[in-house]
């Protein structure tokens, strides 16, 4: 049976809020083979004081970081897994057998992903990502946008390379599509595996994170077709928005 040892990195901080939901996501999985790494900035809200109750199924760094993706690089290079996978505080792994079903889709996948379910502050289900998972991923499947959460991606550790620290929002994307060009075998779970809630920093900034992946996009694809791409994106969504405003009319 194949069991690869998974590597769960959270990064929170001050979050006392969510950070216990996200963690017992991760602790009450069925699956036993993981490593459980948090990733603190050095909170002063009560945060680590929570963490500290299950400080003997973790391992946690609190210190101060330069900002997000700083804070990845240290838990992706402390991690021993096969595989790692990023629940940032506030989100969940899907269910409690999630992992299990995850490993049991396919032996010794690259990359493992998933649906994403969507959910606001109050942590009420807003549904599934208008952008929804692929039927099949390749490094090419972002040139209309993210269309994976960053929490619904399992990848082989020996694929990723540290987050580029000069994207301070959107890093993730070129993180995944840098460790999708040298996939082979990428597995579609067909199936919900992410909850993710919503806001966040790129919320935040939207501007800057649209900046950013403009140059993400146009690094890995290509100026002109990034260009042209993003008239079909912009295309689709003042569809999606003049569709779902007739809808709720």
Request: no cysteine; hydrophobic share 40%.
């Amino acid at each position: 049976m194949f069991r690869p040892k998974l590597s769960v990195i959270t990064i929170v901080y001050n979050n006392a809020r969510d950070i216990e939901r996200t963690m017992l996501s991760v602790l009450n999985q069925t699956y036993s083979n993981i490593e459980y790494l948090l990733i603190d900035g050095a909170s002063t809200d009560g945060t680590l004081e929570i963490i500290s109750k299950y400080k003997d199924r973790i391992i946690l760094i609190s210190e101060k970081d330069k900002g997000i993706y700083d804070a990845m690089n240290k838990g992706l290079k402390l991690a021993g897994g096969e595989y790692v996978l990023f629940m940032n505080s506030g989100d969940e792994i899907y269910a409690a057998d999630t992992v299990e079903k995850i490993f049991a889709s396919a032996d010794d996948a690259d990359i493992y992903y998933g649906e994403t379910e969507m959910y606001d502050q109050n942590w009420q289900s807003l549904g599934q990502r208008r952008h929804r998972a692929p039927l099949k991923f390749t490094w090419r499947s972002f040139i209309f946008g993210m269309s994976i959460s960053h929490q619904a991606i399992y990848i082989k550790k020996s694929l990723t390379e540290a987050y580029d620290l000069n994207f301070q929002l959107s890093s993730d994307i070129d993180w995944i599509i840098k460790a999708a060009k040298k996939a082979s075998k990428i597995v579609n779970t067909h199936t919900y595996v992410a909850k993710y809630m919503v806001g966040g920093m790129s919320k935040l900034k939207h501007r800057q994170s649209l900046k950013e992946r403009f140059r993400i996009f146009s690094k890995h694809y290509g100026l002109l077709p990034n260009v042209i791409n993003h008239g079909v994106i912009a295309a689709r969504l003042a569809f999606y928005y003049l569709k779902h405003k007739r809808t709720n009319d």
